[in-house]
């Protein structure tokens, strides 16, 4: 389940990096600090495109890594 940040968390994070920008379009995605991206989204609106979504890369890879070592171990692997 994803985090999910206050306003004040996020103001705090916005020099943090490992943000992702997924626009719907793989070839268009972006990572960068969460201010970076927000400067994007917001030069897209005023274009009149949708903003995309931004995501917390971190989060996403360890679930995925928990994940994945959840199975090694339903399967017998080895650690």
Known sequence: MATIYTQ???KGRM???GWALI?????QSISG?????LAITHDRHKR??????IREIETAIEL?????EQL???LGLPD
Do not use: F, N, V
């Open 72 to 74: 090694w171990r339903y």
């Open 8 to 10: 004040d968390d996020l």
């Open 23 to 27: 626009s719907g379009q793989k070839e």
């Open 48 to 53: 009149g495109h949708a903003p995309g979504l």
């Open 64 to 68: 995925d890594m928990i994940q994945i």
């Open 15 to 17: 020099k943090s990096p």
């Open 33 to 37: 600090t969460l201010a970076e991206l």
